[in-house]
């Protein structure tokens, strides 16, 4: 009985709430607004920075997160205005923030809001480097797949329970799983996308790249090192991220179609 409500819910929101991730054309559905996704961003990433303070811009990595945060996302709205998919950036207040935490880690909210771990930056290298990670980050957002991850987790845990309701009566679990599907850490843990979302994000992220006058072809010299990163423990953003030579061979073969955006 449970299998079947779920099944249910599930059947009702792929019919009523489809949509198409831009560049890709991949059909995708959720149950979550995005407006309320916004919202709940906006909350969330307030609580986190009380707790994880910014990096002062008089701090160079700081002010180059920024600078790197506001190329890509000034190309990325521009883009997207211009092509009839404006509602992928309706809402966004677009804020780049550098953190200091060992992680190697970087995410970026619905609303723009977007945070990278000091601990990244021995990985990224350079300017260049951190537009792979920042691209690649921005395009989950865009693409939407933290509210495809975070209703297929809400459709899970509610096991038939309105989603209305169990969002009101679980609000704790409702932020662990919001924070987690994100990438943000909570008592779950991470939830690790999808190899079809991260290979969108792969070809999305290389697109807005170019878009922000960025060689694409600097993904194939950070995801190598990647591959090595941190040894017989990779860093958390492997966990969420996995790196293999059929991503690199995906992302060669992506790159010269990434190019044909420069400058759009």
């Avoid at 329970?161 to 932020?175: A, E, G, V, Y």
């Avoid at 953003?237 to 759009?264: C, E, M, N, V, W």
């Amino acid at each position: 009985m449970k299998t079947k409500v779920v099944s249910l819910i599930l059947l009702s929101f792929v019919i009523f709430s489809c949509s198409t991730v831009p560049i890709t054309g991949r059909r995708q559905a959720h149950i979550l607004p995005q407006s309320m996704m916004t919202s709940m961003s906006l909350t969330n990433y307030q609580d986190f920075l009380k707790t994880n303070h910014p990096v002062s811009t008089n701090d160079a990595n700081a002010r180059l997160v920024q600078k790197v945060g506001q190329k890509i996302s000034a190309a990325v709205v521009r883009y997207m205005n211009a092509n009839n998919y404006a509602d992928r950036v309706a809402g966004f207040n677009w804020e780049f923030n550098l953190v200091n935490g060992k992680d190697v880690n970087a995410w970026c909210m619905p609303g723009g809001k977007v945070v990278v771990y000091s601990g990244l930056l021995p990985y990224s290298k350079d300017e260049s480097g951190l537009a792979v990670v920042m691209g690649h980050e921005i395009a989950h957002a865009v693409a939407q797949h933290g509210n495809e991850r975070m209703s297929q987790q809400l459709v899970i845990q509610a096991a038939g329970m309105s989603l209305d309701l169990f969002m009101q009566q679980k609000p704790q679990q409702t932020h662990d799983i919001f924070m987690a599907a994100f990438g943000a850490g909570s008592q779950l843990g991470e939830l690790a996308y999808s190899r079809s979302h991260e290979s969108e994000a792969d070809k999305l992220g290389l697109v807005f790249m170019a878009m922000a006058g960025y060689d694409p072809a600097r993904a194939l010299s950070f995801w190598d090192d990647m591959k090595t990163a941190g040894g017989a423990k990779p860093p958390v953003f492997l966990s969420t991220h996995p790196s293999d030579d059929q991503r690199i061979s995906d992302i060669k073969a992506y790159i010269p179609q990434a190019r044909k955006y420069a400058g759009k």
